[in-house]
């Protein structure tokens, strides 16, 4: 087996089993059981790619430790200024809002936000895509190509989420569809920078640091819209 011969696969995988999962999940299991099913899949592959071909080969071999925490905190800061700015203007959080995080107690918000998001989702994932998928495709195609067609595939791996949080948004047929294509749009331009970012540190180790700082920031800003927009029409005057 070789690199080369792993694209097909790894990309079909990447194009469609978490969608699969998302819609073959009832919509109560989807928050905690379609991340756990795609990233249990996820790091059994990397982890047979690794045993292969390599770790280093994968791009997870050792990192700049300063590096990596420097990443982490500029994403933090940066973040946390976008999410505070759409929290406080009414018509972007409403954008912002997810439903599904205000639903979880406190408890179960805080192992989301602090375990599921950065292992099941920012570490299994960059270890996929930027990982084993990114070293498959430059065994195959020149750098940009290899970038964006990692990119693509990041964005399209999205769907499936896109559509749960369209559904349960309430989202109407039209809008739904365009959630889900700004979804795979908004994906596949991040997963283009995580992809320069591991070509430039040469691993995985700052995307991972990037993914989950933007996700565990947004998550917490998302909670905080959601549970915001809830208690505001609470206390809307109703008409007699």
Same mark, same amino acid.
């Given at each position: 087996m070789t690199l080369v011969s792993t694209v097909a696969p790894l990309a079909a995988y990447?194009?469609?089993?978490?969608?699969?999962?998302?819609?073959?999940?009832?919509?109560?299991l989807r928050t905690t059981w379609a991340p756990m099913v795609t990233g249990t899949i996820g790091a059994v592959l990397t982890v047979l790619a690794g045993l292969i071909f390599g770790f280093d080969t994968i791009g997870l071999g050792a990192a700049d430790a300063s590096m990596v925490v420097a990443w982490a905190v500029a994403t933090f800061t940066l973040t946390s200024m976008v999410g505070w700015l759409m929290?406080?203007?009414?018509?972007?959080?409403?954008?912002?809002?997810?439903?599904?995080?205000? $639903?979880?107690?406190?408890?179960q918000a805080v192992r989301q936000i602090a375990l599921r998001i950065p292992v099941m989702t920012a570490l299994i994932e960059e270890a996929f895509f930027r990982g084993v998928l990114h070293a498959a495709l430059m065994a195959l195609y020149p750098p940009s190509v290899a970038l964006w067609g990692g990119a693509a595939l990041f964005g399209l791996w999205h769907i499936g989420p896109g559509?749960?949080? &369209?559904?349960?948004?309430?989202?109407?047929?039209?809008?739904? $569809? $365009?959630?889900? &294509?700004?979804?795979?749009?908004?994906?596949t331009v991040a997963g283009a920078g995580l992809v320069w970012l591991r070509m430039e540190t040469g691993s995985i180790w700052a995307p991972v640091a990037v993914h989950a700082g933007i996700n @565990?920031? @947004? &998550?917490?800003? $998302?909670?905080l819209a959601a549970r915001t927009e809830v208690s505001e029409h609470s206390l809307q005057p109703v008409d007699l």
């Open positions: 990447a194009v469609g089993f978490q969608t699969i999962v998302y819609i073959a999940l009832p919509a109560r929290l406080i203007r009414p018509k972007l959080r409403g954008q912002l809002a997810d439903p599904r995080l205000a $639903a979880l107690s406190h408890w559509l749960d949080q &369209a559904q349960r948004t309430g989202r109407t047929t039209f809008a739904g $569809a $365009a959630h889900v &294509a700004l979804t795979v749009f908004a994906t @565990m920031t @947004m &998550a917490v800003f $998302a909670r």
